[in-house]
């Protein structure tokens, strides 16, 4: 089995920073495609970003396009989200999650096997 635990959600102002990490452990994994989605309160839950298994790829939603990087530390096994120019819209639970296998970026949440529990971001106007 694999463990992800997601960590550095909060509240923060409009046009704030966070950092969202999420560690993997547990099964040894060798190699993985990583996501990052949310969900707000009475919405489906959507892709924001995702890195492919080698790190070369990345893509990201429209809607934090320009404003969110994601990246992975292959040592730690965790991959991070840095959000930027945060905005109320931004506000939902933020989950990562791994599709195990040498894939690129994915969309789709139903591909990915291993999810965490989620961290929340809030953000104020």
């Known amino acids: 089995q694999v463990q992800l635990v997601e960590s550095g959600g909060g509240l923060v102002q409009a046009g704030g920073s966070l950092r969202l990490s999420c560690a993997a452990s547990g099964r040894t994994l060798s190699s993985y495609a990583m996501g990052w989605f949310r969900q707000a309160p009475g919405k489906e839950r959507e892709f924001v970003a995702g890195?492919?298994?080698?790190?070369?790829?990345?893509d990201y939603a429209d809607s934090v396009k320009g404003r969110c990087t994601i990246s992975r530390d292959y040592a730690k096994n965790t991959v991070y989200l840095q959000m930027n120019s945060l905005k109320p819209e931004d506000t939902a639970v933020y989950y990562c999650?791994?599709?195990?296998?040498?894939?690129?970026?994915?969309?789709?949440?139903?591909?990915?096997?291993?999810w965490g529990q989620g961290t929340q971001v809030t953000v104020s106007s």
């Open positions: 890195i492919s298994w080698s790190g070369g790829s990345t």
């Open positions: 999650a791994i599709r195990q296998g040498p894939y690129r970026v994915d969309t789709r949440y139903s591909v990915y096997g291993y």
